[in-house]
């Protein structure tokens, strides 16, 4: 029930918004967060919001990418500015995961998790 939208292709220094619209009905109750996975490696937590309006970012992302979430439209947004090529992944958005591990108990076949969305930063 997690849509992910908003990828593409960027340069350097670029900026892209992700947006993830949530079918469920928890949505404003629930702790969502963004993952990202490059090709051969793990899958890893960079942002999270909770119910309240806490966030917690990974480092690797943290004054660059701002997350946000609408409960009113029931959607989730990554905001990233100053993307670099590291960043290329394909990102997923996620819910019910632990806002301060930035971590999910949940598979990733669960509906818990969105099918991702492609970004590409050049050089």
């Known amino acids: 029930h997690l849509v992910e939208s908003g990828g593409g292709s960027v340069q350097a220094g670029g900026s892209l918004r992700l947006s993830c619209a949530d079918s469920?009905?928890?949505?404003?109750?629930?702790?969502m967060g963004w993952f990202r996975q490059a090709p051969g490696k793990e899958r890893e937590g960079i942002a999270a919001?909770?119910?309240?309006?806490?966030?917690n970012y990974a480092d690797s992302v943290k004054g660059r990418f701002t997350i946000s979430r609408d409960n009113a439209k029931n959607t989730l947004y990554l905001q990233m500015n100053s993307l670099k090529p590291e960043d290329s992944a394909m990102y997923y958005c996620?819910?019910?995961?632990?806002?301060?591990?930035?971590?999910?108990?949940?598979?990733?076949?669960?509906?818990?998790w969105g099918q991702g969305t492609q970004v590409t930063v050049s050089s």
């Open positions: 996620a819910a019910e995961i632990h806002l301060t591990t930035l971590s999910s108990v949940y598979s990733y076949d669960s509906g818990y």
């Open positions: 469920g009905y928890t949505f404003s109750t629930d702790c």
């Open positions: 919001i909770d119910s309240d309006g806490s966030t």
